[in-house]
């Protein structure tokens, strides 16, 4: 009769040579867990439900479609159409993906693979000193050194480049460019700071089997350090994507808070949460207005959970790419 061994997962001991006391905590831990991370759901189906209940007003009076999708947002004449201020939204937060993570995903590269050991830590500090200054003061800098000075670069790259789409025209002071631009620091820190962290983890035999096999510093990267990280970069993007849609003050201050579409990326707009910040104080006893303002933030709500669901598929595909096993091409038989 073959002798069992006893189970050993949860310590040295088995279950069974444990006091019953310490059998209890277990599964007292594991629920107090469950419990917790339900509480968290339940904290955001309160969100949900809260800002729905409190949108309705608005969201009756003019219609869900009408109110996402209708460009007009007139609170004087109770006219709510939000989509001034949801492509207001994508496109300063599109803006700062586009120059803010290649500039981060580059900076977070050249940390780990090619700066000197004794320059990372300052480096590593410099940017990360980033994310301590306060979005008001990336707001006025943008308004007293960034509009004023990029104003004719602008201009130039406006008439330049006119057949381009989004571009051509006067260009206005505040635009969706600059707010783009001051939401792509912000989000830089995080994004770096992220990749940074999973390009430390790549093994070190891969990066040393590509340079072993006569691959130049560049080829490694591009072969080893990128393909293993791609899962993390694209959860970093995404993360600073969420960061750069929810952002207030410092859109508020340089974005114009025009509530029209622009017709170039130099037009003054809006977003969700500039529309917020600005009109929710005089909204306080107008119950219509007050509401379509919360249903804004409803809005920025579900758009943020879409980026975070988005984020969570694109890192799962990625991951799911990295451990795919490679095809082996059978050699030809001479």
Known sequence: MAATTPDLRHGERSVLERSPSARRADPLFRWSLTALAALILALIAFFFVFLITKASPALSHQGVLSFLFTNDWNPSKAIFGAWP????TIITAAIA????VPIAVASALYVTEL????????????????????????????IFVLIPKLKPAEQWFSDTFSFLPLVGGSV?????FIAGLILAIMILPIVSAISREVMSTVPPDLKEASLALGATRWEMIRMAVLPYSRSGITGAAMLGLGRAIGETIAVTLVIGNSPTIGKQIFDQGYTLAAVIANE?????????????????????FVLTLLVN?????????????NNRPVKTVPSAVA
């Open 309 to 321: 669901a988005v984020a969570r598929g694109l890192v799962r595909r990625a991951e799911n790419k």
């Open 280 to 300: 929710f104080g005089e909204a306080a006893n107008d119950k219509l207005h007050a509401g379509a303002l919360i249903a804004a933030g409803l809005v920025l």
């Open 172 to 176: 206005a002071g505040p635009n969706y």
């Open 97 to 100: 993906l586009l120059i803010g």
């Open 85 to 88: 201020l949801v492509a207001g």
């Open 115 to 142: 700066c000197p050991r004794r320059l990372r830590a300052p480096l590593t500090v410099l940017v990360e000193l980033l994310a301590a200054v306060p979005s008001v003061v990336y707001g006025l800098w943008g």
